[in-house]
């Protein structure tokens, strides 16, 4: 423990009101560990403030949390990394029992969730926020058998396994659901601990866009459902046409038993293009089954490849 590294990740967007409370918390309550702070093209004096007060302080010109996370996971070295807005929502109070996960091994990635004692839904009044914070909890849960209950916090602590081996593929705020479904679907060990939430103060904005941002939420879910689970993406979209099919084409199928005839060809051709259609789907949903299996083969071999590294300079 006295040799361990924990870094305090701080990605910042005009955050002067706050940040300077955020960062005496964190050397309050971790005062070994080191304290970085990403200015995202900032317009007020967020990265002055956090320079005076003694953070690790670099700018980051790519717009989007996605993009910042992706630039401190590359840059920083540690044992244990903590995730947190610069809008001092989340209490640094709790920072050592989201670290003590992490040390004693009980989870890879461990979620500051905000939503089982109901004080987000005391503090938030944003509208629509619970309906989809349950719609993306409730969409993952049901594609991965899970019973996460915070999905979308920006209060996380990771070890170096996780931060090393995740790809950043999100540029904005979907980072939050990349982290969970990630870490579902490479069965990383993932554990939530309560926290207490607090709004925002007064005069401080949320750049989270309700409509915008939900919307790119969703739709970042659909897109990981497809590469992660594409025979189920697939065959979902191929049992819909298929029914379509049966719906046209069923008549066509009497008629002619009764007839020897069709006279419904517009029905009939139809009907043979959505069958041809099911099957390519089903087709390329088989094909990319497989080739996902492969990749999470792969991705295994470097994790076990990452693993005897960090064994090794452990050692040293």
Do not use: W
């Amino acid at each position: 423990m006295n040799n361990e590294k924990i870094a305090v990740l701080i990605p910042c967007y005009n955050e002067s009101l706050t940040i300077k409370k955020v960062i005496n918390d964190f050397q309050r309550e971790l005062p070994t560990a080191n304290i970085y702070v990403y200015d995202n093209n900032s317009t007020d004096n967020t990265y002055e403030i956090a320079l005076n007060e003694g953070a690790i302080v670099k700018k980051e010109p790519r717009q989007g949390k996605g993009n910042v996370i992706r630039q401190m996971f590359f840059d920083i070295e540690a044992d244990y990394y903590l995730m947190v807005d610069g809008d001092d929502t989340y209490p640094a109070e709790n920072s050592q029992e989201l670290i003590a996960a992490l040390r004693e091994g009980r989870a890879d990635m461990v979620i500051g969730d905000r939503l089982s004692n109901g004080t987000y839904f005391n503090e938030n009044k944003r509208a629509f926020h619970d309906f989809g914070n349950n719609l993306v909890k409730n969409s993952i849960n049901r594609l991965y058998q899970a019973n996460i209950k915070d999905v979308m916090t920006g209060y996380r602590g990771f070890n170096r396994m996780f931060v090393k081996s995740f790809p950043v593929m999100s540029s904005g705020f979907q980072i939050e659901t990349e982290f969970t479904i990630h870490a579902l679907d490479k069965r990383f060990k993932l554990i939530e601990i309560p926290i207490d939430y607090r709004d925002r103060p007064e005069g401080s904005e949320s750049k989270l866009d309700t409509y915008s941002d939900g919307i790119k939420v969703m739709l970042t879910i659909l897109k990981m459902f497809k590469d992660y689970k594409p025979l189920l993406f697939f065959s979902v979209f191929s049992a819909i046409f298929f029914l379509l099919g049966l719906i046209f084409g069923i008549p066509v199928i009497n008629e002619f038993i009764r007839t020897d005839f069709i006279t419904k060809v517009p029905s009939s051709i139809l009907a043979t293009g959505l069958m041809v259609f099911a099957l390519l789907l089903l087709i390329t949903g088989l094909i990319l089954d497989t080739v996902v299996t492969n990749t999470k083969k792969e991705y295994e071999l470097n994790l076990y490849r990452l693993y005897e590294e960090d064994s090794q300079k452990k050692k040293i």
